[in-house]
Each structure stands twice: as structure tokens, then as C-alpha cells.
């Protein structure tokens, strides 16, 4: 098992890439792949071009904007795929019902507090949701099919048992949080986890790591804060 720093993956083929630090132009539009960028428009609430369900939008970009509220989504909602939302001030997970068919969520650094709303999204395979409010996962077991979920640097001090119901989880991206204690792991984390950062959390007891035990797939493993402290004792995973 490599213990090393995890940087935050992008969807793989599997899921096509739609977060990036430079969004696509809105008039790169591929063959069979619509992409409407309405980023950086100081937006307060969604408001879509006229035309925009006969584009059949598969990618919707509006991050850096001021939206509070996620509407407005129904003209699109037959064919998107990608959605992100990032670096708003979203407050509640509500909006989303009628996206049936997306398989990607990005909505970091907003300041969601409670994962809620996004039972319908069977489909949905990356979810970010890291630099927000979230002190509980509860209610993640719907989206059973996820297998990326970042919640990284949000006000976690425990994980949930809802967790176990992820059963495709890959990467599960919890840094940054108040998570002190490791023991519920094997109860609550799903065998199928790969990739796990837990890197600027509150373990101090290099014990608590035999807990991890409990994940016999897993190949990545970042916890930034103790690698020089391993490093100096020699001790490796």
C-alpha cells in the first residue's frame, strides 16, 4: 500500500471529465457532447438560454457565481450528465429530483450542511461536495452507485454507517476534517474503497491505522500529517 499525498481524481472514462481549473468554453460543443458554460456570469439565480433544450446539454457549468438556490433545471434535465455548481452560496441540497440521469456533481466550496435531495440521482457515479458545512454523511446510502465522494474539509468529526451502502466506492477523499478516532471504520467503510485520504484530520494514535485493516483492496492511502513522523520511525504501511 502507497502512503502519499491523493490529489482530488477526475472522472475516469467511465465518467467523462467535466471539473477542471479551466471550465470548457461554452462553444465547444464535441459531437454527441453539449457543453453550456454559464460560469462567472455573477449570477443570483439559473436562468437558461430559450433554446437551450434542443441543444440537448449534457455538461452544465455555472461555478463562481452567486446562486443561492438550484432551479430552474427541467429543460435540461432529459439529457444532463455533468453538473457543476461550484464556489456558490448553495446552502440546501435541493433541486435536483428531475436530474435522473446524472452521473456527475460538483458542488465544493458552497456552504451545504446536511446531504439531502439527492435520492433520486440513481445514476450518479462522482459526487464532490468538499468545502462545505457538512458535519453528517447521513443520507449518502441512496447513491448507491457513487465511486468517487469527496467531502473533504467540511466539519466531519465521524463517518456513517451509511457509507457501507456505497458498495462501488473507489475513492473516498476525507481530509481536512475533525475525525479523531478510527474504530467505526470497519463497520461503516465499504470493502471496495481503493484510494483514502485522510490527510489534516484529528488521529494522533498511529494505532488507530490497524483499523484500516478492513479494506483489503485498498492501494492509496494519504495522511500528510504523520508521513514525516513515519519517515523519522521507519514505521510503513
Known amino acids: 500500500m502507497a502512503t502519499s ?6 472522472p475516469s472514462e467511465r465518467v467523462p471529465v467535466v471539473m477542471s481549473s479551466q471550465p470548457p468554453n461554452a462553444t465547444n460543443m464535441s459531437a454527441g457532447f453539449n457543453v453550456l458554460n454559464l460560469s462567472d456570469q455573477n449570477l443570483r439565480k439559473i436562468v437558461l ?4 433544450a434542443q441543444r440537448q446539454v449534457k455538461k452544465l457549468l455555472l461555478d463562481r457565481n ?3 438556490k438550484v432551479e430552474n433545471l427541467e429543460p435540461v434535465a432529459a439529457s444532463l450528465e455533468q453538473l457543476s455548481i461550484a464556489s456558490n452560496r448553495l446552502v440546501r441540497l435541493v433541486g435536483f429530483a428531475s436530474l435522473n440521469n446524472l452521473k456527475v456533481l460538483n458542488l465544493p466550496h458552497n456552504s451545504i450542511a446536511v446531504i439531502e435531495g439527492l435520492a433520486q440521482l440513481k445514476n450518479l457515479l462522482w459526487l464532490n ?3 462545505n458545512n457538512i458535519k453528517s454523511l447521513d443520507g449518502i446510502s441512496q447513491n448507491s452507485n457513487l465511486t468517487y465522494l469527496d467531502v473533504s474539509h467540511n466539519n466531519l468529526t465521524v463517518l456513517s454507517s451509511d457509507l457501507k451502502s456505497l458498495i462501488h466506492l473507489k475513492t473516498l477523499m476525507i481530509q481536512g476534517n475533525l475525525i479523531s478516532t478510527l474504530t467505526q471504520f470497519p463497520q461503516w467503510l465499504p470493502m471496495s474503497v481503493t484510494s483514502l485520504s485522510l490527510a489534516e484530520n484529528e488521529v494522533s494514535d498511529l494505532c488507530q491505522f490497524s483499523y484500516l485493516s478492513c479494506l483489503p483492496k485498498l492501494e492509496q492511502l494519504a495522511v500528510q500529517k504523520i508521513e514525516r513522523f513515519l519517515s523519522q520511525t521507519g514505521i510503513q504501511f
Open 66 to 68: 452567486q446562486i443561492i
Open 49 to 52: 438560454p430559450d433554446d437551450v
Open 5 to 10: 499525498q491523493i490529489q482530488p481524481a477526475l
Open 129 to 131: 461536495l468538499s468545502n
